[in-house]
T-cell receptor, first 115, second 113 residues
Framework: NAGVTQTPKFRVLKTGQSMTLLCAQD?????MYWYRQDPGMGLRLIHY???????AKGEVPDGYNVSRLKKQNFLLGLESAAPSQTSVYFC??????????????FGAGSRLTVL | AQKVTQAQTEISVVEKEDVTLDCVYE???????LFWYKQPPSGELVFLIR??????QNEISGRYSWNFQKSTSSFNFTITASQVVDSAVYFC??????????FGPGTRLSVLP
């Protein structure tokens, strides 16, 4: 049982390039989330999804887009990368909404550097 | 708005010392959940505990214990007889009526041999 898998684990981009981070979960979870982690700021929510075909903005959505075409996958896209997007990105999933006994299962993280 | 504060940015202790990590939260929800996660040097996020707002009983799990006090909006985490393997960043988190977990900035714990 793989849990939550993120690809790639590392990526270096030049300013203005685009890329997509893939998150896949095999636990049949309804809810999926993308967070970014920056030093001294904890984890901040970028976008989330409450089910297949749905997405919603989190705390820091600017510069990112997401898609949830299949229940098990949640893609995070950067259309034109900026140095401010240098961060570690974490995907997470939960079986129901956060307002429940469930907790978040996290992927291993993806370290993105934008030069 | 929901907010989680972890005032201790970094803590260093010597092995076998007890250490308490502070967490103070803000929410207008009457029903909410509080969590602690551990992030060891390897980088993954490990779930430690979940507590709902109606259960103020303290919890103990081995060397770990948690003290939840609604009166002070705090959910503190104590490690007894710390070990080098406890060295990590610890995050406190809150979830309420929205589809979001709000994380604190984390406390980096270094346990020295």
């Amino acid at each position: 049982n793989a849990g939550v898998t993120q690809t790639p684990k590392f990526r270096v981009l030049k300013t203005g390039q685009s890329m997509t981070l893939l998150c896949a979960q095999d636990m049949n979870h309804e809810y999926m989330y993308w967070y970014r982690q920056d030093p001294g700021m904890g984890l901040r929510l970028i976008h989330y999804s409450v089910g297949e075909g749905t997405t919603a903005k989190g705390e820091v959505p600017d510069g990112y887009n997401v898609s949830r075409l299949k229940k098990q996958n949640f893609l995070l896209g950067l259309e034109s990368a900026a140095p401010s997007q240098t961060s570690v990105y974490f995907c997470a999933s939960s079986p129901t909404g956060t307002f429940s006994p469930a907790f978040l299962s996290f992927g291993a993280g993806s370290r993105l550097t934008v030069l | 708005a929901q907010k989680v504060t972890q005032a201790q940015t970094e803590i260093s202790v010597v092995e076998k010392e007890d250490v308490t990590l502070d967490c103070v939260y803000e929410t207008r929800d009457t029903t909410y959940y509080l969590f602690w996660y551990k992030q060891p040097p390897s980088g993954e996020l490990v779930f430690l505990i979940r507590r709902n707002s109606f259960d103020e009983q303290n919890e103990i799990s081995g060397r770990y214990s948690w003290n939840f006090q609604k009166s002070t909006s705090s959910f503190n985490f104590t490690i007894t007889a710390s070990q080098v393997v406890d060295s990590a960043v610890y995050f406190c988190a809150l979830s309420g009526s929205g589809q979001n977990f709000v994380f604190g900035p984390g406390t980096r714990l270094s346990v020295l041999p």
